[in-house]
């Protein structure tokens, strides 16, 4: 009987791996999103079996081609759930090996994350939204690096690109990415930032000077008013996707209509199974806003 293997912990076999296309494509896909469970890569890869398809994550995990992050198992329930993947040293070198660039990652640095949940939080997020366009033929997902290909040479070449707004650090979004909506031979977008607040931040505070959700949302409120977008990422429109906890979203909506650009922002309750699963309801369903008709993504 074979040993059944920690999920926690690397042990080498020794076995030899031979790559195969699926095993790039999930490589690539974990360059494109620093941190995905298995189940979302498994969405994005496809396969019969899941369960096979999980034991060859736990091959390319314990034989150094995929890291699973040692922080995911600080949580308590964490070993019942998906087992969180990033890219080991093996899968940076067959994609640097690949003739065609490796998807680029939409954000997040290469860096150690001081904030891994926010930062997979992030990750399911954006991914669960291109999952679920995934195979629409009138529908496309439209990346941060394509975006950023077609920006203003100034900001292709700053440190900082993804920064809109210089005070007082500069207003990022979690992340940045859009969708094309194709009809009748005709192409049109929308464009989206992400926030992605697991109510570690204040929703307000009496000191002005220092980080709020509210402040950031007025910095975004003053980005749209005055189009900043246009000129810094040189896309038409900017969309603001509030994801955050149920009873947030209320507070948010109630404590929000001095936001002169009441349209361009939408809420949204986070998933409760967002880590065990995609979610698509993300892109399904309508969002919240602060005028009372709610906005559909999907149209």
Known sequence: MIARRSRQRRIRT???IE?????IAIFKWLSRYRYLPSTYLHAFCGGLSEKRFIERLGDLFHEGFIDRPSVQWETAGSRHKPA????????????????????????????????????????????????????????????????LAKAPSATRAAARPFAIAAEPDGLVPDALF????????????????????RMTMP?????????????????????????????RWGIPNLLVLVVTAPQRVEALIRRQPALSAHANFLFKAAPSTLQMRPDTSLYETPWKRLTPEPLDLTG
């Open 19 to 23: 790559i195969t296309t699926r095993d």
């Open 178 to 197: 859009g969708l094309e909506y194709a009809r009748e031979g005709k192409s049109a977008y929308r464009f989206f930032a992400l926030e992605a607040d």
């Open 84 to 147: 969180i993947h990033e890219l080991g040293a093996g899968a940076r070198r067959i994609l640097a090996e690949q003739d065609d660039l490796p998807m680029k990652r939409t954000w997040l640095g290469t860096g150690p994350q001081r904030q891994f949940r926010h930062a997979l939080m992030i990750c399911e997020i954006v991914a669960s939204i291109e999952l679920a366009v995934t195979g629409h033929t009138e529908r496309r997902f439209v990346t941060w690096p394509e975006i």
């Open 203 to 231: 929703l307000e505070r009496q000191n002005k000077m220092q980080t709020s959700l509210a402040a950031k949302l007025a910095m975004y409120d003053s980005v749209i008013g005055k189009q900043t977008y246009r000129g």
């Open 14 to 16: 020794g076995k030899s």
